[in-house]
């Protein structure tokens, strides 16, 4: 197990470090710079106005000096500022992580609660199998963007349980769940099919086992077979599935965010490329491939937890 994980931390460093080069020259490549855009904004600015700032910021030096000496200061734990919200990076990247976070966990917990108990049910009750299917489908096909607007007209506006968006202003937990509820329940019912129809069909391999019948034989019920037996070997499918969600909600939930106006990672990132944000675009870039690359970790740890044939592979 540790030589796993050291390996993992090994592959992740290089990755981080690839695609930060690949990223960097490619921003570097752009046409125009910060200096450009200050020079757009403020016509009195001189052309040895504009020497002095690209001297002052490195940017006359070669795409590969600039590229070293930004890794660096990132080595050193210095990330800069965000020319976009005039504060250090670090300051605009760490709470747009928790937030997403925070949403990425209860909607991914949510989608894998509600979605393995529909394949569960689909697996136990033959005949409700089309039922699941059409639900799973039905979640599947819905645009995130029109879902979380119906949520907002029918939960917001003419019930008027739940805020439309936004963030809880003042401390508490019941506060921060009612902000959360609508984008947790919008992503959930996104996310969900692809649970119930793994969680399905793995859950109908391992109740056609021998060890589910030898279960069966000494008396064990049909819940603990399912949950006891047969459930953790199904489990391998659906956790990397949750662990391809995590990274992909990382960044991905740009949708959500905007609808219901939750500041996250996914909106940092695009606010961040168009406003020519360079710094900040590419270090919640980095942040997120590192999320991605942990979330794959874990999901590889909790499978040899559940599968002991995984631990020596």
């Known amino acids: 197990m540790a030589r796993l994980i050291a390996a993992r931390l090994a592959q992740m460093a290089v990755l981080l470090a690839l695609l930060s080069f690949a990223a960097y020259m490619l921003i570097g490549l752009m046409p125009g710079d910060p200096v450009d855009l200050a020079i757009m904004a403020d016509p009195r600015l001189t052309a040895a106005d504009a020497a002095r700032l690209r001297a002052l910021h490195g940017l006359d030096q070669p795409l590969l000096a600039r590229y070293g000496a930004w890794a660096l200061a990132v080595l050193h734990g210095e990330f800069g500022f965000s020319r976009l919200y005039a504060r250090p990076a670090a300051a605009v990247l760490w709470p747009a992580l928790g937030s997403t976070l925070v949403l990425l966990a209860a909607s991914l917990s949510l989608a894998i609660l509600v979605g393995v108990g529909l394949g569960a049910l689909a697996a136990l009750r033959p005949r409700l199998a089309p039922f699941v299917e059409a639900l799973a489908l039905l979640g599947q096909a819905v645009p995130t963007f029109w879902l979380g607007m119906l949520l907002i007209i029918l939960f917001a506006v003419d019930l008027g349980w739940l805020p439309a968006g936004g963030e809880a202003d003042a401390p508490g937990l019941l506060a921060a769940l009612r902000f959360?509820?609508?984008?947790?329940?919008?992503l959930a019912i996104a996310n969900l099919a692809a649970y119930a129809r793994h969680s399905a069909a793995a859950l109908e391999t391992a109740l056609r086992e021998p060890w589910i019948r030898s279960a069966r034989a000494r008396g064990a019920s049909e819940e603990q077979v399912l949950w006891r037996h047969a459930a953790p070997n199904a489990a391998v499918p659906v956790l990397t599935i949750a662990a391809l969600d995590a990274g992909a909600l990382v960044s991905g939930a740009l949708v959500?965010?905007?609808?219901?106006?939750?500041p996250g990672m996914g909106k940092l990132i695009y606010d961040a490329v168009m406003g020519n944000d360079y710094n900040l675009a590419l270090l919640a870039l980095l942040l997120t491939a590192a999320v991605t690359v942990l979330s794959g970790l874990a999901a590889d740890l909790a499978q040899r937890a559940l599968d002991p044939r995984l631990r020596d592979a």
């Open 256 to 262: 959500t965010e905007t609808v219901f106006a939750r």
């Open 180 to 186: 959360l509820a609508l984008p947790v329940a919008t």
